[in-house]
Structure formats: structure tokens, C-alpha cells
């Protein structure tokens, strides 16, 4: 039996209870619910690298997406916006909708005709700069309706739980044909390739203010929880806060986090049962099959660009469940925040050091991660205020320890790699080693 797993949980709980006995609660709560969504986000990352082998390093644009689906599902409309050009961009759409509908039964009518090229390309060129004609002056009337607070839709004003899951649904379809185009490059290209579209992705987020306002944010998001200024007010939650001695304003803020990490947890908890079954059944069983050993698979007859595709598309999914909580934890979102080191760089971390391949191992990761990432400052400083101690306060050691305490973060997660990658090349819970065979359906 394998005591390892269940002895690093152990450690892992042991450290957060520290941080709220030594710290405060606060930060405790927050680095969980900060760990919980990381989790879902690694957990995207190990289907597409530890499952299916494919290095896709375009995260940072499926939790964009996903955070987008927050803002265009539950924010509230924007009236005077609707009024001012809503119609036209709606039309718009339909425009370019029905010009592609267009090239592609012109292209199957004409299949094999010399002209069928040139008459796609003119097609093309007249329903763009028809679209063109109306989408622009429709987005820049948007766009001027009180652009210092709105000059955007808005959205739909439904309930923020139907966000997450529109949020793993817009990443799904934005995934699909980014899929189709990039599944059977090899692993460098691919990951050129999915970073290049993540950046693509951000830079339409960042220009089209009228989608999202651009780099001006949006704020004041709904979320599934109360506000902190309403439990404040509610006689339990002030009994509460006699009880244990803690200020309303402090408990109220504590219980909103726990309130949080509730609903986190529940979907981290759903989304892992449902993918360790998705690895015991039989298409988990050929994806590890095709990962170790592409050439045979494709020898046995399977489809593994089709496979891949599938594996790609559900992983981005859960990536952008796992971005539409982020904003809904931050009730705003910042588009400039999207930064390959936070969406990129540390969830792959959080796969590698954990376990790739090991759903369970990904979890730790993110927790693990993510605890030193946020406690790595807290230590550049106890460690600059030591040597402060033991030198004299103009030493040049103290002085760089005490101005580059925040950079000790960088050190300490290159030292993480290094040691865990001499040590446990596989992570710190491996993938469990099994014969995986190609299922015959």
C-alpha cells in the first residue's frame, strides 16, 4: 500500500493550519480557495499532457475565455448599449455567419471546378466587407455609451454558477478548432502554436472593449456567495463573531471565503470523479496507449488525431471552469492579469512537480505550488529580518535580502524543479505503472 499520497495531504493540511494559527485565517482561506481553483486548472493540463501527451502551453487563453463567459452570462445588460448598437452587432454576426455558410456549400457545390477557388475568395471578400460595414460603426456607438463605466453589452444577468459551466463550453468551442489545426503537429510546434493563439485570444480581449472594455476591466461581477457588508448585518453571523472573539467585519469576511471553498471544492470534487473514470474506462485505457506509443496505435487502426482533438477539447473545458471562478472569486475581469507566468508557467509546475499522468498528484501540486508561491515573500522577509540581525542593517546581503524578498518566489520554485526533477523525475505522486492495451472499440 502507498502511504505517500496520504503522508503529503497530511503535511499539506499541516502547513495551511499554520498559516491560520500563526498568520491569520484570512490568508489561510484565501491560499485554499486560490489552491482549489489552480487544482481544476492542473487538472485540464494533466488530461491533455499526463493522459494524452500533448503540449499545449495555451492555458493562459482558455482561463481568459472562461473568465469572459462570466462577464457575458451573469453581468448585468447594459441598455443604453443594446439601444446604441447591439442590433447591429447581432447582425453583423449573422453576416458572417452566413458568409461562411456560403463559401463552404459553394466549395462543396463546385468540388473540383478550377473556379471554385476564386469564387470562395470573392464570396469571402464581399460578406467581410459588408460585415465590416455594419459591425464597426455598431461597436464604436457601444463603445461611447458612458465609456468611463460601461461602453460594453454587458451580459445576461443569470445566475454566476451558470457561468462556470458556460465558461468550460465557450473554452470547449474556441478549443475545437484550434484543435483541428494544431492535434497532430508535434510537441515543440504545438506548444508554439497554442501560445501563439492564447496571445491572439488576449489581444481581441484587449482591443474589442466593447465585448468586455478592454483593458478599462469589469467589476463589481455577481458571485454565489454574500457580500461581506450583508453577513455583517445578520444576527447569526454577529453571535458568531462574539463567540469567537473575532471582529464582525473579520468573521464576515472568513465566512464569505469558507462559503467560497465550499463551492469550489464541490467542483474540483465532481470534475476529479468524473475524470478517474473517464481514465478507467476504456478510451483512458488507449489514451495512455497512444501516448507511449503513437506509432502502434495508429498500426491497430485508431484514429489518433481524432483522439487527440477529443482530449485537447476536454481539457481546455475544464481550464476555463477553472478561469470563470477565478474572476468570480475576484468579482472583476482584468484583462492585463492574464500573464503566461501565473496561466502558463505555474500550472505547468503545478502538473510536473505533482505527478503528470496522476490526477491526484496534480492536486498536491497545485496546492503545494501555490502555498510557496504566496509564502515565499513572507519568508524573503523573516530571512532578510534574521540577517538583519546577525549583520548590521547596511550589510549589502541584508540590503538585497530586504529589497529582493518578493523576488525570492523565482528561487524557490526553480529550486522546487531542480530538486524534484533529480529526485522524483516523476513527480511526488507518480503516475501509477500499468499495462494500458488498446481497446478493440
Known amino acids: 500500500m502507498n502511504i505517500r499520497p496520504g503522508v503529503l495531504y497530511a503535511a499539506m493540511a499541516v502547513l495551511l493550519l ?13 491560499i485554499i480557495n486560490l489552491c482549489l481553483i489552480s ?3 492542473s487538472l485540464g493540463v494533466n488530461l491533455q499532457w499526463g493522459v494524452a501527451g500533448m503540449f499545449n502551453v495555451g492555458t493562459m487563453g482558455s482561463a481568459a475565455v472562461g473568465g469572459l463567459a462570466v462577464v457575458l452570462i451573469s453581468a448585468s445588460p447594459v441598455p443604453e448599449a443594446w439601444d446604441a448598437g447591439g442590433m447591429g452587432v447581432l447582425f453583423s454576426g449573422c453576416m458572417l455567419v452566413l458568409t461562411i455558410a456560403l463559401a463552404l456549400w459553394v466549395s462543396k457545390l463546385m468540388d473540383g471546378h478550377r473556379m471554385k477557388l476564386w469564387l470562395i475568395v470573392m464570396i469571402l471578400l464581399v460578406g467581410l466587407t459588408l460585415t465590416r460595414m455594419v ?4 461597436t464604436a456607438a457601444i463603445e461611447s455609451v458612458d465609456a468611463a463605466s460601461t461602453g460594453y453589452l454587458g451580459g445576461l444577468g443569470l445566475p454566476v454558477a451558470l457561468s462556470w459551466l458556460a465558461g468550460g463550453l465557450f473554452a470547449a468551442l474556441v478549443a475545437w478548432p484550434v484543435g483541428r489545426l494544431v492535434s497532430g503537429l508535434r510537441s515543440d510546434y504545438l506548444a508554439v502554436a497554442t501560445f501563439g493563439i492564447s496571445e491572439i485570444i488576449l489581444a481581441v480581449l ?3 472593449e466593447w465585448v468586455a472594455r ?8 455577481p458571485r454565489p456567495v454574500p457580500f461581506e457588508a450583508e453577513l455583517q448585518a445578520v444576527e447569526w453571523a454577529q ?19 469558507l462559503a467560497y471553498a465550499g463551492w469550489f471544492l464541490g467542483v474540483l470534487l465532481i470534475i476529479y470523479c468524473l475524470l478517474q473514470r473517464l481514465q478507467r474506462a476504456p478510451w483512458g485505457r488507449m489514451m495512455r496507449a497512444i501516448r507511449d506509443d503513437e506509432e502502434a496505435a495508429r498500426a491497430m487502426g485508431k484514429d489518433v488525431g481524432r483522439r487527440h482533438l477529443q482530449a485537447f477539447v476536454i481539457g481546455s473545458a475544464i481550464v476555463g471552469i477553472g478561469g470563470a471562478m477565478l474572476v468570480t472569486l475576484d468579482s472583476q475581469f482584468t484583462v492585463t492579469g492574464y500573464q503566461p507566468l501565473r496561466f502558463t508557467f505555474l500550472i505547468w509546475l503545478m502538473v510536473i512537480i505533482g505527478g503528470s499522468g496522476n490526477h491526484r498528484g496534480a ?7 501555490w502555498f510557496l508561491w504566496v509564502q515565499a515573500e513572507t519568508f524573503g522577509h523573516s530571512l532578510a529580518w534574521a540577517v538583519g540581525v546577525l549583520l548590521t542593517p547596511e550589510n549589502a546581503i541584508s540590503v538585497a535580502l ?27 505522486i507518480p503516475e501509477e505503472q500499468k499495462e494500458f492495451t488498446l481497446d478493440k472499440r
Do not use: C, D, H
Not at 492536486?363 to 505550488?369: A, D, E, H, N
Not at 529589497?403 to 533529480?422: K, T
Open 18 to 30: 499554520l498559516v491560520g494559527f500563526i498568520q491569520s485565517w484570512q490568508l489561510a482561506l484565501t
Open 39 to 41: 487544482s481544476i486548472m
Open 135 to 138: 459591425f464597426l460603426p455598431a
Open 206 to 208: 484587449r482591443n474589442e
Open 214 to 221: 478592454g483593458v478599462k476591466n469589469v467589476t463589481r461581477l
Open 239 to 257: 453571535n458568531l463573531a462574539v463567540w469567537s472573539g473575532l471582529p464582525i467585519r473579520e468573521m464576515a469576511s472568513i465566512l464569505v471565503k
Open 363 to 369: 492536486i498536491f501540486g497545485s496546492f503545494l505550488i
Open 402 to 428: 530586504q529589497e529582493g524578498a518578493a523576488q525570492l518566489r523565482y528561487v524557490v520554485m526553480g529550486s522546487i524543479l531542480v530538486l524534484v526533477m533529480r529526485f522524483a523525475p516523476r513527480g511526488l
